[in-house]
């Protein structure tokens, strides 16, 4: 989880030194124009907006619907207790058997095998909690319109 956030905070600093050196430098240039430098309330917009690419505003909605939000994060901890429910139901028990037996190659191949589909399924359950309901409940709370940005 920290090696995600610091990948995230490394991406948004690259896109935020990306999109301003440039501005900065020909500005530079021309020594007549006045050099645009971005705000901090800019700059810490741009670091809880879910988006990877600095632009200085963002499309914003008028006002946040604070049901929708409410709505995301009841998701979130839904799939927070249904991926609790696979790993009790269907990833615990094959590893506390497997823990009691002597190692053998069948027992470890059938226990990576049958932890597969359980796998996959918190896997999908991740990327829906995380992805879909926590970015768009924060999306939502900062007012911020342009979800469709790459559609």
Same mark, same amino acid.
């Given at each position: 989880?920290? #090696?995600?956030?610091?990948?995230?905070?490394?991406?948004?600093?690259?896109?935020?030194?990306?999109?301003?050196?440039?501005?900065?430098?020909?500005?530079?240039?021309?020594?007549?124009?006045?050099?645009?430098?971005?705000?901090?309330?800019?700059?810490?917009?741009?670091?809880?907006?879910?988006? #990877?690419?600095?632009?200085?505003?963002?499309?914003?909605?008028?006002?946040?619907?604070?049901?929708?939000?409410?709505?995301?994060?009841?998701?979130? #901890?839904?799939?927070?207790?249904?991926?609790?429910?696979?790993?009790?139901? #269907?990833?615990?028990?094959?590893?506390?058997?497997?823990?009691?037996?002597?190692?053998?190659?069948?027992?470890?191949?059938?226990?990576?095998?049958?932890?597969?589909?359980?796998?996959?399924?918190?896997?999908?359950?991740?990327?829906?909690?995380?992805?879909?309901?926590?970015?768009?409940?924060?999306?939502?709370?900062?007012?911020?319109?342009?979800?469709?940005?790459?559609?």
């Amino acid at each position: 989880l920290l #090696l995600a956030l610091q990948v995230r905070l490394v991406m948004k600093a690259h896109s935020f030194i990306r999109e301003n050196v440039p501005r900065v430098l020909s500005s530079a240039k021309d020594k007549s124009s006045t050099v645009h430098i971005p705000r901090i309330s800019q700059y810490l917009y741009f670091l809880f907006a879910p988006t #990877l690419i600095y632009r200085d505003n963002y499309p914003r909605n008028p006002t946040i619907r604070w049901g929708y939000v409410a709505t995301k994060f009841a998701q979130v #901890l839904g799939s927070l207790f249904y991926a609790y429910y696979i790993f009790v139901r #269907l990833c615990i028990p094959q590893f506390r058997n497997s823990s009691q037996e002597t190692f053998n190659l069948r027992g470890l191949v059938l226990c990576i095998f049958n932890s597969i589909l359980p796998g996959v399924l918190i896997l999908f359950l991740v990327f829906f909690a995380f992805l879909h309901c926590w970015l768009n409940a924060f999306a939502e709370m900062l007012r911020f319109a342009d979800r469709m940005f790459y559609k």
